[in-house]
C-alpha cells in the first residue's frame, strides 16, 4: 500500500530581521505565489541588510542565518493565529471610562470598565469598578 503525502506551503511567512548600527527592521515577506524557498527568502534578507550596513558582508551573513533560523523554527500556524489574536485585541479597548453625573448633570463619580484576558487560558473577564468623587480626590493626590 503506498501513502501519498501533500505537502502545501504556508499560506503567509515573514523573516524579520534588524540592521545593525541603525534602528531598522527589515520585514522579508512570502507567499505560496512569491519566492517560493526558503532559501531565496534568506538570500533577499542577507542582500538587504548588507546594503542597509554599509555593504557589510558580516552583517549580511548573520542575517541569512537569522532569516534561515526563524523559517525552520517558527510554526506559522500558530504565530499566524497570535497575530490575528493581537489584530483583535488592538480593537477592543482594554480599559474604558465613564463618568456617573447625578440627577443635575454635576459629575458624582467615575465608573471603570476593564477587560482582563489570562495570558494562561486565554479567556477574558470583565470588570466594573466605580468610584465616588472622595475616592478619586484621594487618588489624585
Known sequence: ???IINKTKVDETFVEVDVPGKNLRIVVPDNRYAYGDNESVAQIAGE???KHASNS???GK???EQAR???ENIDWKNERRRRAKERVMA???KMML???KDNVGVICGAEVLMSLTDPATGLT???IHRFTMDELLKISL
Request: overall charge neutral; glycine content about 0%; some cysteine.
Open 1 to 3: 500500500m503506498t501513502t
Open 48 to 50: 538587504l541588510v548588507t
Open 57 to 59: 558582508d558580516t552583517a
Open 62 to 64: 548573520v542575517a541569512y
Open 69 to 71: 533560523e526563524q523559517l
Open 91 to 93: 480593537r477592543r479597548p
Open 98 to 100: 465613564n463618568y456617573l
Open 125 to 127: 473577564e470583565c470588570k
